[in-house]
């Protein structure tokens, strides 16, 4: 009997289940009411008493392993089994934090949306440009202030060769590919030597505007504008037309808006003047039509050009440029509800 328990003690060690019901099956076959431990203590009653308390002893001791290890093996599937199951393949590891849209964008948005339902549609072109499609095709004179090195970056070794000043290099472009009807909205990012303060920057946005058919007039610029104005900063806008000076169009005008915080009575915001400006304009000039291959004895057009920087600020106030360009999460949070 000696060995018998011997050699149960030696088998225990070695059990393995693979999961549950192989781990029940074991606990049946030992300790179950017909098991073997049962059987040995049928025997142990056979035994003479002299043996009794040496053999009692060593079945006791048995059956603590096989419990002990019956036990083990039940909590080892028992994980198993759970970290299989609790693992929710389809659930999100964290609670997933909303991006929101750059302020710009969401104004660029909403200037394209505003004229692509007057019909425009959306033209681009590149930010590395050639003298001809920011200046000479846009009738700047070839000793005009606005290239000088001040304002405009160059690429060493190639001076024909610059960052674009303004979005109505996307005019050309669009002119030597198109002919009228044209009817096109331009947003990009412009470049400009400047020292960066809370009030410029080296780099900003515009977008450009440019209508040309025949018969069109000031008064179609007029109409399409005052009701972007009105789209934009609301219903009760009103604006108005400064004549002003731009070497593409002829006449040209820069237009303000009514002070949209103070509704025109004149705040700090307006200086007091009741009105805030927002863009240049004016009819294409006719020689920027025909260095463009356009027949300006046929079509008119007009243009207009804006910062999207400035229409931000005008609607958001935001006080600080640099702030567009920071990235800061705080500051783009604060637009989430107007994504
Ligand atoms: N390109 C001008 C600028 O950067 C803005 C502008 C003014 C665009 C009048 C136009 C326009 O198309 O007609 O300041």
Redesign the pocket.
């Known amino acids: 009997m000696i060995t018998k328990i011997e050699q149960l003690t030696a088998e225990i060690g070695n059990l393995r289940a693979n999961n549950a019901e192989e781990a029940e099956q074991l606990r049946i076959k030992y300790l179950g009411r017909k098991g073997v431990m049962n059987d040995l203590m049928e025997e142990f009653r056979t035994v003479a008493p002299e043996q009794k308390r040496e053999l009692g002893q060593k079945i006791n001791a048995l059956k603590q392993l096989i419990t002990a290890k019956i036990n083990e093996l039940k909590d080892a599937v028992a994980t198993e089994a759970n970290s299989n199951d609790s693992v929710d393949l389809t659930r999100t590891p964290y609670p997933i934090q909303l991006g929101t849209r750059h302020p710009l964008t969401i104004v660029k948005n909403e200037i394209v949306d505003i004229f692509s339902r007057l019909g425009f549609t959306l033209a681009e072109g590149p930010e590395v440009e050639d003298d001809w499609h920011v200046y000479s095709s846009m009738n700047f004179a070839d000793d005009h202030p606005a290239r000088d090195m001040q304002d405009t970056f160059f690429v060493e070794a190639r001076p024909d060769i610059i960052l674009r000043?303004?979005?109505?290099s996307v005019?050309a472009r669009v002119m030597e590919t198109q002919q009228p009807p044209i009817r096109v909205i331009c947003p990009g990012r412009v470049y400009r030597n400047e020292a960066i303060s809370a009030r410029a920057h080296c780099f900003f946005h515009?977008v450009?505007?440019l209508y040309i058919d025949k018969n069109v007039s000031f008064t179609d610029l007029k109409q399409v504008l005052l009701l972007f104005a009105q789209e934009m900063f609301g219903s009760e806008t009103k604006i108005r037309l400064r004549p002003s000076y731009?070497p593409?169009?002829e006449p040209?005008a820069e237009m303000d808006i009514s002070c949209h915080l103070c509704g025109g009575k004149g705040c700090s915001f307006c200086k007091h003047t009741g009105w805030v400006e927002i863009l240049?304009?004016?009819m294409v000039d006719p020689a920027v039509l025909e260095a463009n291959g356009i027949d300006s004895t046929v079509y008119t057009g007009y243009?207009?050009?804006m910062g999207i920087e400035r229409i931000t600020n005008l609607k958001y106030q935001v006080k600080d440029l640099r702030m567009f360009s920071e990235n800061d999460v705080r500051f783009l949070d604060e637009f989430k509800s107007a994504n």
């Not at 000043?165 to 109505?168: C, L, Q, R």
């Open positions: 000043s303004h979005t109505s005019q515009q450009e505007g731009f593409f169009t040209s240049g304009c004016g243009a207009f050009g």
